[in-house]
């Protein structure tokens, strides 16, 4: 595997990506594209970011790190064992992840009152499996359901996998999977739809770009 990737790799939007040795597949087929597929509104947001890649980050459950810093974002992905596709993804979760830190409260009630539509209606899944995990741990019983905890917890790996797969699917097409601990299709396109309001999809990315859009 060709491994010749200089320290700082340019990924788009004023990005970079700094790191030793990694594999140019990684970067050229699944990290630039991902970033280069975020909307100019949400690059905006963010501000300035500083993407790593390492073998590891200190243990094989911890896929990814990021913190906020008066530079910028700076995220660390660890790259061992994992595939690149999913490498990537790791980087939209933490897009996701520090857009909800700093969502205004306007956009954040909306968000809320989306999830607050789906929990009374019953719908059961979720966006991922941390997203599922948190719903299911917020509504395990009455006293779990009152905790602020629970709820800001699951509230944020809400937003932050629906922010990945928002733009995973600008990024390209991806399919639907089914099924109880997954979200159905009016839940989930009425949170990508929120998302496509508050940051336009760049001219050429279509967010649904045939009849048979999935994710």
């Known amino acids: 595997m060709q491994t010749n990737v200089p320290k700082a790799v340019p990924l788009g939007r004023g990005w970079r990506l700094y790191a030793g040795p990694a594999p140019v597949t990684l970067i050229g087929d699944f990290i630039r594209p991902a970033v280069r597929a975020v909307p ?8 300035c970011c500083r993407v790593a890649v390492a073998e590891s980050l200190g243990g094989p459950s911890v896929a990814s ?22 490498v990537a993804l790791e980087l939209l979760l933490c897009l996701g992840q520090s857009l909800w830190i700093n969502l205004s409260p306007r956009r954040a009630r909306e968000y809320w009152l989306l999830l607050d539509r789906e929990i009374a209606a019953g719908i059961p899944g979720e966006i991922d499996e941390d997203a599922l995990e948190q719903k299911r741990l917020l509504l395990t019983n009455r006293s779990s359901a009152g905790s602020r905890t629970r709820l800001a917890r699951y509230g944020a790996a809400s937003f932050a996998g629906t922010v990945a797969e928002y733009i995973h699917s600008l990024w390209h097409d991806v399919t639907i999977r089914a099924g109880p601990d997954f979200l159905p299709a009016l839940q989930l396109r009425r949170r990508l739809d929120l998302l496509s309001r508050w940051y336009p999809p ?7 770009p045939g009849a048979s859009h999935r994710t």
């Open 40 to 47: 100019a509104a949400m690059a905006r947001e963010i501000g």
């Open 65 to 86: 790190r990021w913190t906020a810093t008066e530079a910028g974002l700076e995220i660390s992905l660890a790259a061992a064992g994992r595939e690149e596709h999913n």
């Open 202 to 208: 760049a001219r050429g990315r279509r967010l649904y």
